[in-house]
């Protein structure tokens, strides 16, 4: 039986990815949902919050404006060794 969960147990495997992009480029939650939502991706503070802390799915098309707005790979987001 396949678990839709990642192996900590979180609802996605680039949360952590988000989050460490984020902050080297030393923005806030905030600031990175405006940028999104530049991009055309409606989700807010609270959606980013979430989704850090792996309490959140995340889309294929979500993914794709993150990778936009971070400036990485979808490799980089989804990659679980770094």
Known sequence: MF??????GKNNICGVKIAKFRKELKI????????????G?????????????????VTDI?????????GKKLYDLLDEQN
């Open 3 to 8: 678990i839709n969960k990642s192996k900590d």
């Open 62 to 70: 979500e993914l794709l404006a993150f990778c936009k707005v971070l």
């Open 28 to 39: 806030s939650q905030r600031m990175l949902a405006d940028r999104l939502q530049i991009a």
């Open 41 to 57: 991706l409606d989700v807010d503070k609270n959606a980013i919050q979430r989704i850090e802390a792996g309490k959140r799915f």
